[in-house]
């Protein structure tokens, strides 16, 4: 008998499906696609609880708690568990591995990212990423995608010596985002990951607020009091939002906080803007 680390059998796969409107089929590359981008689409990268003081919980139940029943958003690790769970439990073969984000300004190894393998293929796919990979990407040395009017691409090494390095086309040329390994990861390792990520105070996500959205020719960001619309050509348009209006702009993101949630949230933010200056 062998048990599951991942706790994957604790998932409803129902509830799941029915927050991000997806539909069940069989696997293919075609599935895996429609049912990434629905989750992007669906489930908004968020920083709250870490931002606002509580480490979030990767315990499946919780996440799914989280994400799914109370429809907040999370960061990778929460996006990618999840969606990890869902692909294994629709028949996926699923690899969980770990990026360093920036390589180029030596940045660290604190990204979740999943190699899926159907039909003989493996893709690159990762829901979690400050919303900005909407499909999935094959493993293939010199792939390229459109992503949401993004071009994006795969090389083969670049910052990984025999690993992979993700591209996006900027106007300064292909800029790396981050670099990885096909190395299966634990459990535990994310817990280590994660309470770096939630308790660091150089942690950008103990920093300041962090919200995101991505959506086919616009990518949404609420990054403190400042909301971006950022748009494939590279241009944005930026305003500055009142503190009393940061739950509204949430709520736009997808982003549905109690109102215990909220009044902890700006509370944070205006001791990060003292804290500032």
Same mark, same amino acid.
């Given at each position: 008998?062998?048990?599951?680390?991942?706790?994957?059998?604790?998932?409803?796969?129902?509830?799941?499906?029915?927050?991000?409107?997806?539909?069940?089929?069989?696997?293919?590359?075609?599935?895996?696609?429609?049912?990434? &981008?629905?989750?992007?689409?669906?489930?908004?990268?968020?920083?709250?609880?870490?931002?606002?003081?509580?480490?979030?919980?990767?315990?499946?139940?919780?996440? /799914?708690?989280?994400?799914?029943?109370? $429809?907040?958003?999370?960061?990778?690790?929460? @996006?990618?568990?999840?969606?990890?769970?869902?692909?294994?439990?629709?028949?996926?073969?699923?690899?969980?591995?770990?990026?360093?984000?920036?390589? @180029?300004?030596?940045?660290?190894?604190?990204?979740?990212?999943?190699?899926?393998?159907?039909?003989?293929?493996?893709?690159?796919?990762?829901?979690?990423?400050?919303?900005?990979?909407?499909?999935?990407?094959?493993?293939?040395?010199?792939?390229?995608?459109? /992503?949401?009017?993004?071009?994006?691409?795969?090389? $083969?090494?670049?910052?990984?010596?025999?690993?992979?390095?993700?591209?996006?086309?900027?106007?300064?040329?292909?800029?790396? /985002?981050?670099?990885?390994?096909?190395?299966?990861?634990?459990?535990?390792?994310?817990?280590?990951?994660? @309470?770096?990520?939630?308790? @660091?105070?150089?942690?950008?996500?103990?920093?300041?607020?962090?919200?995101?959205?991505?959506?086919?020719?616009?990518?949404? /960001?609420?990054?403190?009091?400042?909301?971006?619309?950022?748009?494939?050509?590279?241009?944005?348009?930026?305003?500055?939002?009142?503190?009393?209006?940061? $739950?509204?702009?949430?709520? &736009?993101?997808?982003?549905?906080?109690?109102?215990?949630?909220?009044?902890?949230?700006?509370?944070?933010?205006?001791?990060?803007?003292?804290?500032?200056?």
């Amino acid at each position: 008998m062998t048990t599951d680390p991942w706790t994957v059998d604790a998932l409803n796969l129902d509830a799941y499906l029915a927050r991000v409107g997806g539909v069940v089929g069989a696997p293919s590359a075609e599935a895996l696609a429609a049912l990434h &981008e629905a989750h992007v689409r669906s489930i908004p990268f968020e920083n709250v609880d870490p931002f606002s003081g509580r480490p979030p919980s990767l315990d499946l139940g919780d996440v /799914q708690a989280k994400l799914v029943d109370r $429809r907040r958003g999370g960061y990778c690790y929460e @996006h990618g568990l999840l969606f990890a769970a869902v692909l294994e439990r629709l028949g996926y073969d699923v690899v969980r591995m770990t990026a360093r984000v920036q390589p @180029h300004r030596n940045g660290p190894k604190s990204h979740m990212n999943l190699a899926v393998t159907v039909d003989g293929v493996r893709f690159l796919a990762d829901v979690g990423f400050g919303a900005s990979v909407l499909r999935p990407m094959p493993l293939e040395d010199g792939a390229e995608a459109d /992503q949401a009017g993004w071009p994006t691409r795969l090389v $083969r090494g670049g910052f990984a010596d025999g690993g992979w390095t993700l591209e996006k086309r900027t106007a300064d040329g292909w800029e790396p /985002q981050y670099a990885f390994y096909e190395t299966p990861q634990r459990p535990v390792d994310y817990e280590v990951f994660n @309470h770096y990520v939630a308790t @660091h105070p150089k942690s950008p996500f103990t920093r300041g607020l962090i919200a995101m959205k991505l959506e086919p020719g616009v990518s949404t /960001q609420l990054l403190g009091r400042k909301l971006v619309r950022e748009y494939p050509d590279g241009t944005k348009d930026e305003t500055t939002v009142d503190v009393a209006e940061v $739950r509204e702009r949430l709520v &736009e993101l997808g982003v549905v906080l109690s109102d215990a949630e909220a009044a902890t949230l700006l509370k944070a933010m205006e001791a990060a803007e003292r804290a500032a200056g």
